[in-house]
């Protein structure tokens, strides 16, 4: 693999920095951009330009002698008055970035990322390829996956159209050690904090976070150009609950509710919560999600990238281990003796 000069925005996020020492560990010569500087060991790493995805002047200046892009930056939100902020990053500020590297030219390779959800996402129990359809009627009242769509739509065309060199990758929910900002792994904190107090009835999909920062390191050389790569693997929400468990000694709920019951409870907490001047425990739109279907073909990713998923068990124990050591032990539920031999290590 040869030496390559490589911007990336979002390098802060949890992908970012599981994705950045490796690119530093194969040599390439690294340009970290966004609002705020990298801290620790990720700084010494690479040079740091400061702005916007909507600076023009400053993205132009970022891209100054780079021949690859990681576009990572993005925002994570299942609050609907989130969704006008999310389109602006998701799409206005791709579109904008997209411009000034068509107006640069020279780039050898543009790599996204997007999400799973937007295309893999379903009512009843499916397994969804790349060529599904985008699934807006399923997502259409959750911002962020609506947003990620426009996104990836958005992207696709344009590189298309002007025959740039763009590999669009959709890794499913990202869980692993390092979710500093809890972005991707509330799902587990939430479990356990006993915060889910019933059993969704839907099908998770998720991937560790090394293993999809070792599949955006391939892509600096493989995948489809203009094309997308779905990869993680496929539990149900039961399963996924059940494996937590047997890790963290916390209960997995028992209770199952049909799906607008459970949501109608979600909508209920969320009103007290509001009367009380808290935050709700369980955001309803996280209810709704927990009874759909996220299933997905991986095998154009390992195909073309390479993609291999560790053992899952290692995975949610490895995010679990990561999460509890942040915790205060007065805030520990379920089986503290359980909790506290996984803390030890």
């Known amino acids: 693999m040869s030496t390559r000069s490589i911007l990336i925005t979002g390098a802060t996020g949890f992908l970012g920095k599981a994705l950045v020492p490796r690119l530093a560990e194969a040599g390439h010569r690294l340009r970290f951009f966004g609002r705020s500087a990298p801290t620790g ?3 010494s790493l690479g040079e740091f330009v400061q702005g916007d995805v909507a600076d023009r002047p400053a993205v132009r200046r970022a891209l100054e002698g780079v021949d690859v ?5 993005g925002r994570v939100s299942f609050d609907g008055k989130d969704g006008p902020a999310m389109y602006r990053v998701h799409v206005e500020g791709t579109r904008g970035l997209l411009e000034e590297v068509r ?3 020279g780039l050898r390779r543009i790599i996204l990322a997007s999400t799973s959800g937007t295309t893999a996402v379903s009512r009843t129990e499916a397994v969804a390829t790349e060529d599904a359809r985008a699934p807006i009627e399923v997502v259409g009242h959750w911002p962020y996956y609506l947003s ?3 996104e990836e739509k958005l992207a696709l065309e344009f590189c298309r159209k002007h025959a740039l060199p763009l590999v669009v990758l959709n890794p499913s929910l990202l869980l ?37 920062a070792e599949v955006f390191l391939a892509a600096l050389d493989r995948g489809e150009v203009q094309g997308k790569h779905l990869f ?5 929400m039961a399963e996924f609950f059940q494996r937590l468990e047997r890790i963290s000694g916390v209960p997995a709920p028992v ?6 019951l459970n949501k109608l409870g979600a909508q209920l907490l969320e009103r007290w919560a509001d009367l009380r001047g808290q935050e709700p425990a369980l955001e309803p739109a996280s209810v709704d999600i927990g009874d759909h279907w ?3 073909d991986a095998r154009k990713a390992e195909r073309e990238l390479g993609f291999v998923a560790r053992d899952p068990q290692e995975t949610l124990q490895d995010t679990a281990l990561d999460l509890i050591r942040r915790m205060p032990e007065t805030q520990w539920p379920g089986t503290k003796g359980r909790l506290a031999a996984l803390r030890r290590g």
Do not use: C, E
């Open 255 to 260: 209770l199952r509710l049909p799906p607008k």
């Open 294 to 296: 996220f299933w997905l």
């Open 69 to 73: 892009l990681y576009h990572l930056a």
């Open 232 to 236: 993680g693997v496929n539990m149900t």
């Open 148 to 150: 990620k769509i426009y």
């Open 176 to 212: 692993g050690p390092g979710d500093d900002r809890l972005s991707s792994t509330w799902t587990v904190m939430k479990f356990l904090q006993r915060d889910i107090p019933a059993m969704p009835r839907g099908g998770i999909s998720f991937v560790d976070v090394r293993d999809a």
């Open 103 to 105: 107006a640069r030219g």
């Open 41 to 43: 060991d990720l700084l």
